[in-house]
């Protein structure tokens, strides 16, 4: 096996597309970060790297990204070469933070790049993906859903910042620009009671038939009466209509997600674990 690693997000995809639509599902951060890349929606700073695992007759056969100033995150790897992997990485972005990835590669991972940086490490948080099976819509839940406008810019961005802080989600945070940019393509959702907005729910570019949903978030003040359930469950209907299959994170720690999600469809995939650098 060989690393190879690239700045290039436009060779990157044309290298890796067959591979990643092979599991399109467990791929779905890495995909959406090539197309922002591609598409001028992730800003070009010089840092993002995204490597492929390649087989000795050229085939690839395990993915990783870091996306601009984010943490490594892990695809589908052989085993065998999360250690080169962590090496490539180290050699490239020796600033690197952090890793997330299926809970045994986090692991691995992370094990490695601590013994060639000498560093320690601490698991942040763990997530869990699911994807939408049979939709159900909660009941009796007061409110109606809309799409977020440009005058709503700036709740959706503080709201965006209360999660990440809430969440203990490293940084960077989207910027108003960038929401602003989301909302204009119709991807932020709010979730009104009486003309006031009590819940925020967003979804990525759809890419190879998939969309995945977030942020999710809802102020303290007003949980408990469903208002995510229900936008969460619109804006899944509404991606499903329009053909696409829809997945979602939910952060372990967070029983009351999980049991939501669960209850108006969606399933269980995989646990990812998330680790930070010390």
């Not at 890793?99 to 763990?126: K, M, N, P, Q, S």
């Not at 910027?175 to 819940?199: D, F, K, N, Q, T």
């Not at 969309?211 to 949980?223: C, D, F, K, L, S």
């Not at 829809?246 to 469809?265: E, H, M, Q």
């Amino acid at each position: 096996m060989r690393i190879e690693i690239t700045e290039d997000a436009v060779a990157y995809r044309a290298a890796t597309e067959s591979f990643l639509s092979r599991d399109l599902l467990r791929h779905t951060v890495i995909a959406t970060g090539v197309a922002n890349h591609v598409e001028g929606r992730q800003a070009a700073d010089g840092r993002s790297r995204f490597l492929s695992v390649r087989a000795a007759d050229g085939a690839v056969v395990g993915v990783a990204m870091r996306a601009g100033g984010r943490e490594v995150y892990l695809g589908e790897l052989p085993t065998a070469s999360l250690r080169a992997v962590a090496e490539a990485f180290a050699a490239v972005a020796p600033d690197n933070t952090g890793v997330e990835g299926i809970v045994a590669d986090a692991e691995a991972f992370a094990e490695h790049w601590c013994a060639l940086r000498g560093t320690a490490r601490r698991e942040l948080f763990r997530t869990r993906l699911f994807r939408l099976g049979e939709l159900r819509f909660p009941a009796a839940v007061a409110g109606a859903p809309r799409r977020a406008m440009g005058r709503d810019v700036e709740l959706c961005a503080e709201w965006s910042e209360a999660m990440h802080t809430e969440s203990a989600l490293p940084p960077p945070f989207p910027s108003p620009s960038v929401i602003r940019a989301r909302i204009a393509a119709g991807r932020w959702w709010l979730w009104e009671v009486g003309g006031r907005a009590v819940s925020l729910v967003a979804h990525q570019i759809p890419v190879g038939g998939w969309a995945r949903i977030g942020p999710v978030y809802t102020p303290p003040a007003e949980r408990g009466h469903g208002y995510a359930s229900a936008l969460t469950a619109h804006v899944s209907h509404t991606l499903r209509r329009n053909g696409l299959d829809v997945c979602l994170f939910t952060d372990l720690a967070n029983p009351t997600s999980n049991k939501i999600y669960r209850a108006i469809g969606y399933r269980a995939v995989h646990d990812f674990a998330n680790y930070v650098f010390e």
